[in-house]
């Protein structure tokens, strides 16, 4: 690959709003709670329409049945980083619309700059929380229907 094809993908990487749900490892686990546990879906090509569903259930299940996961702390990192995000936003909007004639030109690139490298980290770091809060949430399911739910139906 040459150096503007990685340019090229890293600044699509950035541009793109869209998160993936859960790290591609969980994607047989998931499909499986959701298709045989929860029967959610039948067919296969439903998975990324059905996300939204399994996550609400599988939220239920664990907050009833008392299952420690990490997916609470991972979603509230998720909604401060998209909120930091922005706020970065506005702020360089704020900045490219009203500050450019009011401050040193140094200073003005200075700080747009600096408003720009903090948006992108927080762009980024919203959609990791995201994927980490999707797989808590399908590996805290799979332990209640391996560990909990199992034990229950054997006695």
């Given amino acids: 690959m040459t150096i ?3 340019i090229y993908t890293w600044i699509k990487k950035i541009l793109s709003f ?3 749900n859960y790290d591609i490892g969980f994607e047989n686990l998931y499909i499986d709670m959701a298709m045989n546990k929860l029967k959610i879906f039948d067919k296969e090509q439903d998975k990324r329409d059905k996300w939204y569903l399994f996550y609400k259930e599988a939220t239920t299940i664990i907050k009833q049945n ?7 702390k991972h979603l509230a990192k998720y ?3 998209r909120s930091l995000e922005s706020v970065f936003f506005c702020a360089i909007l704020y900045n490219i619309f009203f500050q450019y004639m009011n401050i040193n030109r140094q200073i003005y690139f200075i700080v747009l700059g600096i408003n720009i490298v ?3 980290s927080f762009h980024e770091k919203y959609k990791r929380y ?3 809060c999707g797989n808590e949430v399908i590996s805290g399911l799979n332990y ?3 560990n909990v739910k199992g034990n229950t139906e054997s006695e």
Avoid at 66 to 72: A, N, P, S
Wanted: proline letters at 0%; charged letters at 15%.
């Fill in 4 to 6: 503007v094809n990685v």
């Fill in 18 to 20: 869209s998160i993936t």
């Fill in 66 to 72: 008392k299952i420690d996961t990490l997916y609470y």
């Fill in 79 to 81: 909604n401060s980083f």
């Fill in 118 to 120: 903090c948006l992108i």
């Fill in 130 to 132: 995201w994927r980490l």
């Fill in 144 to 146: 209640y229907y391996k």
